[in-house]
């Protein structure tokens, strides 16, 4: 029941922006924390960013260097990732993620290239 749907990604040139939504079902959103993990083909799924269930606490890849912001929406169940100042090796396949009751749950991945 529990499910996660990311949306937003796209094509855009190296210095662009672009904004994720993940837009989750099947839990009490505002009881748990949330996160952005990316993977680029053929690589390993990375770590982006996370944020507390209230929004009060966010972590954040060092490699994003301020780049990237997460926040979320507890009255609409979305969680966002605001992505400025895009380069080249953003590109990747970014989900979204979330543990209940121990078990972790996954988004089907949104597209995110960054190209000249």
């Known amino acids: 029941q529990v499910q996660l749907v990311e949306s937003g990604g796209g094509l855009v040139q190296p210095g662009g922006s672009l904004r994720l939504s993940c837009v989750a079902s099947?839990?009490?959103?505002?009881?748990?924390?949330l996160s952005w993990y990316r993977q680029a083909p053929g690589k390993a799924r990375d770590f982006v960013a996370s944020i507390s269930n209230g929004g009060g606490a966010t972590n954040y890849a060092d490699s994003i260097k301020g780049r990237f912001t997460i926040s979320r929406d507890n009255v609409k169940n979305t969680v966002y990732l605001q992505m400025n100042g895009l380069q080249p090796e953003d590109t990747a396949v970014y989900f979204c993620?979330?543990?209940?009751?121990?078990?972790?749950?996954w988004g089907q991945g949104t597209q995110v290239t960054v190209s000249s």
């Open positions: 993620n979330v543990h209940v009751l121990g078990f972790g749950y």
């Open positions: 099947g839990f009490v959103f505002r009881l748990y924390s």
